[in-house]
């Protein structure tokens, strides 16, 4: 849930009511013909009933939920799961609607108007995974924060449960972010970029790993490395914000700490047990701190140093997104962020903690243990080889006796 959003206000009277923020979807196959879809929608100061239209033919809309959430800005969130009945649809179009008088974009920099978010996914069954395609698991803050004078990084989550290769490339192009294919994004300080808003939209596409076969019933459809099995929007405003004295974190910008998640970590969780993603950080002197962050809805936080979740069995065998930055408000009432970190929840039946000795006859380090080699030594001995094996912490102790080899 995109939570503690402060917005700077940027609308002007004019002939539209221009109040959108950003969106993020994924979708995942759910059993029996049917395609699930999650969405998250922000708007500035309305709240509408946004969906998203099927524009394939013998597309059947089945069950939906929505949810609202408005901040004490006044800014909305809409989260939106609906179910669509995909037996006679090889690939499901998806666009983005609303009341009329809501599709624009808050007022931006680069000239962006009118909302248009369409997402594209192939429905048949893989011949490589046996099932069909999940869409990349992507997330993004609604709004974002950089200094007119401080180089930044912006990277997308970009984890794939089919473990395809995840590549975007942008809907329009934008003069203040450079994109590469591997979804990072940059911002490069420059006198043509003037200081404002601005409308990022990015379109984010998974790529098999080899040439594979889609089929289902008497039809079939070949597909190369190079076709994209579905494509998804990921729309946010960049807000470029006044200079600063040091773009050093810790200084001028606030700063997180080793012991916080890196970006692009993968977290386990299990089913009705309590996620605890713990977050430490400095910031500057400053007149309030807030931490933002998007993730699954019922997420919330505690003190702006920790993020608390418990799945339920809905969430079995999903990997959620969850993105994260510390905003800080100064003395002169200036906002600024921190960098944005992401990492990926994937939610397993049970996640049993061990502790284990390892003996070695020279110096370890975590690098250094083969993680995959010790599972299959586990495995000889009993451990059940579906089992996911991760290293979550090394710590080395020095021992009075040697190893003689």
């Known amino acids: 849930m995109w939570c503690h959003l402060l917005v ?10 221009s109040n959108f923020l950003s969106t993020v979807m994924i979708y995942d196959p759910s059993g029996n013909n049917t395609v699930v ?25 089945g069950a939906s939920r929505a949810v609202a959430t408005i901040d004490t800005n006044g800014t909305c969130q809409n989260d939106v799961e609906t179910y669509y009945d ?15 008088v809501l599709q624009w974009w808050i007022n931006v920099t680069n000239n962006v108007t009118e909302v248009v978010a369409v997402a594209h996914a192939h429905t048949w069954t893989r011949s490589d995974t046996g099932r ?9 803050l609604p709004v974002l924060r950089v200094a007119s004078n401080c180089q930044r990084n912006v990277t997308l989550p970009t984890f794939d449960p089919d473990g395809d290769v995840v590549r975007c490339r942008y809907q329009n192009a934008t ?14 300080p420059s006198i043509d970029i003037a200081e404002g808003a601005y409308a990022v939209q990015v379109l984010m596409e998974d790529f098999p790993r080899q040439n594979i076969t889609l089929a289902y019933g008497n039809g079939s459809e070949n597909l190369t490395s190079e076709d994209p099995l579905s494509q998804i929007p990921v729309q946010f405003v960049l807000i470029v914000g006044p200079r600063l004295t040091s773009c050093v974190d810790g200084e001028s910008l606030p700063l997180f700490w080793p012991s916080t998640p890196a970006n692009g970590d993968h977290l386990f969780a299990s089913v009705n047990q309590t996620l605890i993603i ?31 979740w418990t799945p339920t069995e809905k969430d079995l065998g999903l990997s959620h997104p969850v993105c994260f930055v510390l905003q800080t408000v100064d003395f002169e009432v200036i906002t600024r962020h921190s960098e944005m970190r992401c990492v990926i929840v994937t939610v397993h039946p049970v996640v049993v903690t ?14 250094q243990i083969d993680v995959a080699q ?3 030594d586990l495995v000889l001995r009993g451990l059940p080889s579906d089992t996911t094996l991760k290293l979550v912490s090394f710590n080395e102790t020095a021992t009075q006796s040697s190893i003689v080899p």
């Open 278 to 308: 713990r977050l430490s950080f400095i910031a500057p002197s400053i007149q309030s701190l807030r931490l933002l962050f998007s993730g699954p809805l019922d997420m919330t936080d505690r003190r702006n140093s920790e993020l608390v």
């Open 374 to 376: 010790l599972k299959a």
């Open 354 to 367: 061990v502790t284990a000795r390892l003996q070695s006859t020279f110096r370890l380090s975590a690098d």
């Open 8 to 17: 700077l206000s940027l609308l002007v009277c004019g002939s539209h009511a």
């Open 132 to 140: 069909a395609n999940a869409s990349p698991r992507s997330n993004v």
């Open 37 to 61: 879809v999650r969405s998250k929608m922000t708007y500035q100061n309305q709240c509408p009933g946004s969906f998203w239209t099927c524009q394939s033919k013998n597309c059947t809309e």
């Open 175 to 188: 003069s203040v972010l450079k994109l590469s294919a591997d979804c990072n994004m940059f911002f490069v």
């Open 86 to 100: 995909v037996t006679q649809t090889s690939k499901l179009v998806l666009r983005l609607s609303a009341p009329v």
